[in-house]
């Protein structure tokens, strides 16, 4: 075994999960947050049982952003450090944060990596089964979920997308990978130093995943100082997701524009993609930014105060999208 496939490995933390039977439990803990109630629990699915937390600002039929935690995080670190419960308070929507396991991953990353869960299987099919059967369950609006993650959740939220169409019609990204990067931990780990496959390839791959023409708009962000994954990767994201439109019919083309401005004490070098008059996907290169969530709280982990309002961007763009 050379030492590349060791430090892949580690750095991954990876274990193999497994299945049990479909229902979801009672919630093993309900208290108020904020304006809204916080709701702790667990979903068994066919594909293992997952912890989640769900915030909910008020009653009644709001709509459900699915946020995707990266590793050595939690659900609730990961509410902390977006301040994406603020977002929702202000905005009106529900937020769910799954939770991985660290009986399926060590370092409890979401396992991206393996082409199980790539497609309507595995982890993916555990997600979005989740997100739909608990907006059922307490009475959210299941049409048109938008879903955001970072780092290797944002390489799963990108599945999700690619995966499930009909049921996520939104997609952000911070410092996450294009889709099927990787499909073993080893070209997880190179493809987080040095970047995924070609962004054409892999645009025709996600028309393929997605069978027929979708339109899911996209919001990446990543820090051009990224050591943890290489920067390259989120203009692949962008970029993919441009080819996905164009190959599955959806646009014939797309006109760009590129700026830069400052956002929160940052320079932030702008792509913004436009099909006619509708914006389809933005991408924000953050100036001196590491491995960290855009204006996020500093009491979480893997957040930067400063820089655009990552949470606040990705929840006005997927609500106005609907």
Not at 35 to 63: D, F, I, K
Not at 122 to 146: K, P
């Amino acid at each position: 075994m050379s030492w590349a496939w060791v430090a892949a490995v580690l750095a991954l933390g990876v274990l193999a999960g497994c299945g049990q039977s479909p229902a979801p439990s009672a919630p093993a803990e309900v208290r108020p947050a904020g304006s809204g109630q916080v709701t702790v629990g667990t979903y068994t699915h066919p594909w293992g049982t997952r912890g989640y937390r769900l915030y909910r600002p008020a009653a009644g039929q709001l709509p459900l952003l699915v946020m995707l935690h990266g590793c050595t995080q939690t659900a609730a670190d990961f509410a902390l450090g977006t301040r994406m419960d603020r977002v929702a308070d202000a905005l009106g929507f529900a937020v769910l944060y799954p939770e991985q396991s660290f009986l399926a991953n060590a370092s409890r990353c979401w396992n991206w990596f393996y082409s199980l869960n790539q497609g309507r299987s595995g982890e993916a099919a555990l997600l979005a089964d989740m997100a739909r059967d608990l907006a059922r369950s307490f009475g959210l609006d299941g049409s048109r979920i938008g879903v955001a993650g970072l780092s290797a959740g944002g390489a799963m939220a990108v599945i999700l997308a690619a995966a499930y169409p009909e049921r996520f019609a939104f997609l952000g990204v911070v410092a996450g990978l294009e889709y099927k990067a990787a499909e073993t931990p080893y070209g997880a780990f190179l493809a987080m130093q040095q970047g995924g496959p070609d962004p054409q390839a892999q645009g025709a791959k996600v028309c393929q995943a997605w069978g027929r023409a979708y339109r899911i708009p996209l919001a990446v962000f990543h820090g051009d100082a990224d050591t943890t994954v290489n920067p390259v990767n989120g203009q692949q994201v962008y970029l993919h997701w441009l080819y996905a439109h164009r190959y599955c019919g959806i646009i014939s083309g797309w006109t760009e524009s590129r700026s830069t401005v400052s956002m929160g004490g940052r320079n932030v070098s702008l792509r913004t993609a436009r099909d006619g008059q509708w914006t389809l996907a933005e991408f924000y290169l953050i100036q001196g930014m590491n491995h960290r969530w855009p204006g996020g709280d500093p009491s979480g982990s893997y957040t930067d105060p400063s820089g655009p309002d990552a949470s606040g961007i990705i929840a006005s763009r997927w609500l106005a999208s609907r």
